[in-house]
T-cell receptor, first 116, second 116 residues
Framework: GAVVSQHPSRVICKSGTSVKIECRSL??????MFWYRQFPKQSLMLMAT?????????EQGVEKDKFLINHASLTLSTLTVTSAHPEDSSFYIC????????????FGNGTRLTVT | AQSVAQPEDQVNVAEGNPLTVKCTYS??????LFWYVQYPNRGLQFLLK??????LVKGSYGFEAEFNKSQTSFHLKKPSALVSDSALYFC??????????????FGSGTKLNVKP
């Protein structure tokens, strides 16, 4: 089946530093990838839609200068949390869909970000 | 507007008993419906989907779901629950038409507790 790999699984960083999270589709091509944020005991919040070769589409209320998204190839999207603050601590999950019309989303295992 | 509702935050069931996790949806066109399961500190795993055809769809780990168009519901079921089924379950819908046809909308999640 389709596999999405996300790295790192866990990262701790200091306030003010930047953190990059990678999302790769291992055995399929994904022109679109999605980045979600999940707060404890809550549902997924869509942050942005990453489009290969073009700018990402951000959801309302998500700061595009803070959460930089790059989708440089059909198998790789990255999310960079810039100048991280403790309130950015969260669980970030990426997902991708195969090109077939009815394909489900396939999710990475998530990244637990802790900003100290 | 597209939306998904999971009316129960938590469902408790004894091992061996049947389980149902409820989901209702709202879309403009025909719905594409999905169920996912999430274990602690992991991404979401795809269980099953409904696109068209037979209203009862079967998925992974013995789960099935029934599409009911008149009630706009897509409840997840399993005839005999296992303790290992304890996890967080998400229902999702994707609209078949419209500006947001590529987006997946997730419910708030239902925590399933299966007691021995």
């Amino acid at each position: 089946g389709a596999v999405v790999s996300q790295h790192p699984s866990r990262v701790i960083c200091k306030s003010g530093t930047s953190v990059k999270i990678e999302c790769r589709s291992l055995d399929f091509q994904a022109t679109t990838m999605f980045w979600y944020r999940q707060f404890p005991k809550q549902s997924l919040m869509l942050m942005a839609t990453s489009n290969e070769g073009s700018k990402a589409t951000y959801e309302q209320g998500v700061e595009k200068d803070k959460f930089l998204i790059n989708h440089a190839s059909l198998t790789l999207s990255t999310l960079t949390v810039t100048s991280a603050h403790p309130e950015d601590s969260s669980f970030y999950i990426c997902s991708a869909r195969e090109l077939q019309e009815y394909s489900p989303l396939h999710f990475g295992n998530g990244t637990r970000l802790t900003v100290t | 507007a597209q939306s998904v509702a999971q009316p129960e935050d938590q469902v408790n069931v004894a091992e061996g008993n049947p389980l149902t996790v409820k989901c209702t949806y709202s879309v403009s066109g025909n719905p594409y419906l999905f169920w996912y399961v999430q274990y602690p500190n992991r991404g979401l795993q795809f269980l099953l989907k409904y696109i068209t055809g037979d209203n009862l769809v079967k998925g992974s780990y013995g789960f099935e779901a029934e599409f009911n168009k008149s009630q706009t519901s897509f409840h997840l079921k399993k005839p005999s629950a296992l303790v290992s089924d304890s996890a967080l379950y998400f229902c999702a819908v994707r609209d078949s038409e419209g500006y947001n046809f590529n987006k997946f909308y997730f419910g708030s999640g239902t925590k399933l507790n299966v007691k021995p």
